[in-house]
């Protein structure tokens, strides 16, 4: 059974930092190309970022670009997003996912973490 379990959540000032962690289990880490997404109430969910298998090659929204990072461990199978100079407007629930292609198309992941919650206060 796919697991992709996220922790690192809560609620920092604007400005302040958080770290993201995905921790993947039930899948072969290394044949998925591994994304974040989030979604903030009644709106879509968005893409954040992806990486590609061997975590050489990143792509960011314009959104995030500058102040997010994505990581990859496969000796550990995990993925992180570091978000630095979170502003109000980066609130929102922060998903996990794994898709077969590297794609900004959250239809096309296959496999998704549970999310976990992202406040910023201004």
């Known amino acids: 059974q796919v697991q992709l379990v996220e922790s690192g959540g809560g609620l920092v000032h604007a400005w302040c930092s958080l770290r993201l962690s995905c921790a993947a289990s039930?899948?072969?880490?290394?044949?998925?190309?591994m994304g974040w997404f989030r979604q903030a109430p009644g709106k879509e969910r968005e893409f954040i970022a992806h990486?590609?298998?061997?975590?050489?090659?990143?792509y960011y929204a314009d959104s995030v670009e500058g102040r997010f990072t994505i990581s990859i461990d496969n000796a550990k199978n995990t993925e992180t997003l570091q978000m630095n100079s979170l502003k109000p407007e980066d609130a929102a629930v922060y998903y996990c996912?794994?898709?077969?292609?590297?794609?900004?198309?959250?239809?096309?992941?296959?496999?998704w973490g549970q999310g976990t919650q992202v406040t910023v206060s201004s």
């Open positions: 039930g899948l072969t880490f290394t044949r998925y190309r």
């Open positions: 990486i590609n298998r061997n975590g050489d090659s990143t």
């Open positions: 996912a794994g898709a077969v292609v590297l794609t900004k198309a959250p239809r096309l992941y296959q496999y």
